[in-house]
């Protein structure tokens, strides 16, 4: 009696344990597949980006070149125009930079 309620204890096991290990085996399987997947979405995403940014990258470069050379140098541009004014402590020399 008691080694036919082994017998059986350990055929049950073994049933329990190959069906865990199918289990595990497809569970890993498909996590694989779905990493696969969002690895590849994440290389479409960022080959999307690239593409956006050299875009943009373009873009940028053309409005530099509209710019004009007027107003952007010499004595009244907006960049030196903390030399401009004839007030304040250094106004003498201003006075002069401009005569």
Do not use: D
């Given at each position: 009696?008691?080694?036919?309620q082994t ?7 073994k049933?329990k344990?190959?069906k865990?290990n199918n289990?595990?085996n497809n569970?890993n399987?498909?996590n694989?597949?779905k ?5 590849k979405?994440?290389?479409?995403k ?6 956006k940014k ?5 873009k940028k470069k ?5 710019k004009?050379?007027i ?7 907006k ?6 004014s004839n ?5 003498e020399?201003n006075s002069?930079?401009l005569?």
């Amino acid at each position: 009696m008691k080694e036919e309620q082994t017998k059986k204890k350990k055929k049950k096991k073994k049933k329990k344990k190959k069906k865990n290990n199918n289990n595990n085996n497809n569970n890993n399987n498909n996590n694989k597949k779905k990493k696969k997947k969002k690895r590849k979405k994440k290389k479409k995403k960022k080959k999307k980006k690239k593409k956006k940014k050299k875009k943009k990258k373009k873009k940028k470069k053309k409005k530099k070149k509209k710019k004009s050379a007027i107003g952007h140098t010499g004595l009244f541009s907006k960049k030196n125009s903390h030399q401009n004014s004839n007030t304040g402590l250094n106004s003498e020399v201003n006075s002069t930079k401009l005569n």
